[in-house]
């Protein structure tokens, strides 16, 4: 099951004012397991950036002044997240800025039956208590010292553990005795990042001396029988 994890950053607090989408972050998620698989992309709004908007994620008019605009990285993103369910803390705020700019383009707009809407989940879950990302990660002890403002993608990557902890705890899904599916994922462009196999495998748990000492105490207390542990 593949599902991705999606936050937005934007000028302002509502479309219909003019505001405009200027960051998107996703993370890839593979039976409820994160993958290496992420799209994350700046966006010049072709607008001036309100102060408050500004002091929330830090994105000026002059960082964004060279980025491509929404139709230019509409297509990768779209072929990005597919037809997977999206994972959005506040759905509707971010759905309404994708879907505002996709009608500009005159495209199909994302139905918000796509979305699993994460803080939806969380005022169920806890009843009274604060609900925002920032309130969810200290409740489960996920760490927000790498996020020093606001930005789509870390914000995803946090999102992805709290919502793994709100269905359950992380890896709910985890089956060892299926063998691994294949992960068809789409393909890339020069605003995206993309993480594919491991460039370089895992260290052994255990050095060769630390494994011939095991066998070798095994050998000494079984005898023989010890020698089909190995």
Known sequence: MREIVLDTETTGLDPRNGDRV????????????PTENEFHVYINPERDMPTAAFEV???SEEFLADKPVFADIADGFLDFI???PLVIHNATFDMGFLNAELKLLNRPILPADRAIDTLTMARKKFPGSPSSLDALCRRYDVDLT???KHGALIDSILLARVYLELIG???PNLDLTNEPQAITTAQTTTHVTHHGK???PLPPALSKEELEAH???????????????Q
């Open 22 to 33: 200027v960051e998107i972050g996703c993370v890839e998620l593979i039976n409820h397991v």
């Open 57 to 59: 994620h830090g994105l």
């Open 82 to 84: 597919a037809e997977s």
């Open 146 to 148: 790498v996020r020093d």
């Open 169 to 171: 705890g992380a890896q």
């Open 198 to 200: 491991r460039q370089r």
């Open 215 to 229: 066998f070798k105490f095994l050998e000494d207390e079984l005898g023989a029988g010890a020698k089909w542990l």
